[in-house]
Every structure is written in C-alpha cells, then in structure tokens.
C-alpha cells in the first residue's frame, strides 16, 4: 500500500521566518496531496492541495509544490506567526477517497 | 452552510463494551471517510461509504462496522472494545469520493 513519510517531526522557528516541511510517497498513481492543520483539540483543517497536473499552488502566504518524478511534495509557510504554531500532516491519495497521512510536524512559532 | 459535526465529542467505555460514534456531513456531501488518529500520529483511514455503500476499506478488522443513510450521515459501530482502540476518531465529508475532505472535530473515546 500507499507509504508517506513527513519530515521534519518538529520545526522550530522565530516569528517572520519561513517554514518548510517536506513529505515522499511510494505510489506513482497518486494524484492528489493536500495539506491539513492541526490544532489542539480539533478536527485536521485542508490549507492547502494541488494534484497531480499541477508543480505548485500558491495561497497567501502558503504554498505547495510537487516534484512527481522525485515522488515528493512540499509546504512553505513565509512570514510565519504564532497562530501558525499547530500540528501540520501531509496526505495522499491514490484511489477513491482514501487519504494516506504522514506522521506529522510539530511547528512551533516563537514571538 | 453547515460543516462536519461529530457526537459525541469525549467517551470513556469498558473493554468488551460496544460503541456508536455519529456524523453528520457538510450540506450536500455524499462521501463519508473515517479515520483513526492515535495519539502522536497521523489519522489512519478505516472506511469510506458513498451512497449508502462501502466504497473501501483500510487495514481494519471487523469488529469496525459502519452505516450510511439516505442523508448521508453515518456511524462508525466497534464492537469487543480493546485498550487500543482509543484514540480520536474523525470523519470527513466530501462532495464527491475524489473531491477535498473536510473533517469534523472528532470523538475522543477512551477504553479503560
């Protein structure tokens, strides 16, 4: 089945600066990879997604992109701000609806 | 319009008990996934139903069961709970089965 691994576990950053958390995927069907926040207590909520056709999508101040030949994609955050501190998860999907999460990133924004 | 809402939100049951977590999809979702998120990790996908039909199933066993109904609400049913299975169970809806998924806040179920 479909593997995801997410890198870095944890990130650490001063307010102003810029975030990148990086995540890979074994199946070269997948076609879809969104990016979900985490916060304490709470549901996963979609930032941000870009599919297969597409090498990067931008939202703001985050943004993704797709490498599929590396089978790997990425999420900016510039100008980073303590609300941004949450728990981020990539995924993907390879077919119907189900998603494969990574393992998380713990962002931590210092003021 | 309405998001993802999931009840209860906390559950504490005994091993061996039975459980019925509830979901309610966002207006005119017709896609219902759930997941499994153990503490520390990312959700692991149990089940998907679309249209009232299973429409896939993760790596689960099948004391797992769960329903969809013509409303497109759904229930997520474990049976013989074990210590392990508590965790924060999620749904998420979508519009249609390779459209976003947006989810709900989720039920914390603890078994002791």
């Known amino acids: 089945g479909e593997n995801v691994e997410q890198h870095p576990s944890t990130l650490s950053v001063q307010e102003g600066d810029s975030a990148v958390i990086k995540c890979t995927y074994s199946d070269s069907a997948s076609n879809y990879f969104p990016w979900y926040k985490q916060e304490l207590g709470k549901g996963p909520q979609l930032i941000i997604d870009i599919r297969s056709n597409v090498g990067e999508k931008k939202d703001q101040r985050i943004a993704v992109t797709l490498n599929k030949t590396a089978k790997h994609f990425s999420l900016h955050i510039t100008e980073t701000q303590p609300e941004d501190s949450a728990v981020y998860f990539c995924a993907v999907r390879t077919s119907y609806g189900k998603l494969t999460f990574g393992q998380g990133t713990i962002l931590t924004v210092h003021p | 319009e309405t998001g993802v809402t999931q009840s209860p939100t906390h559950l504490i049951k005994t091993r061996g008990q039975q459980v019925t977590l509830r979901c309610s999809s966002q207006?005119?979702?017709?896609?219902v996934s759930w997941y499994q998120q153990a503490l520390g990790q990312g959700p692991q996908f149990i089940f998907q139903y679309y249209r009232e039909e299973e429409n896939g199933r993760g790596n689960f066993p099948p004391r797992f069961s769960g329903l969809q109904f013509p409303n497109y609400s759904s229930e997520l049913n474990v049976n013989a709970l074990e210590l392990d299975d508590s965790a924060l169970y999620l749904c998420?809806?979508?519009?249609?089965?390779?459209?976003?998924?947006?989810f709900g806040q989720g039920t914390r179920l603890t078994v002791v």
């Open positions: 207006s005119g979702h017709n896609t």
């Open positions: 998420a809806s979508s519009l249609h089965r390779d459209t976003e998924a947006f």
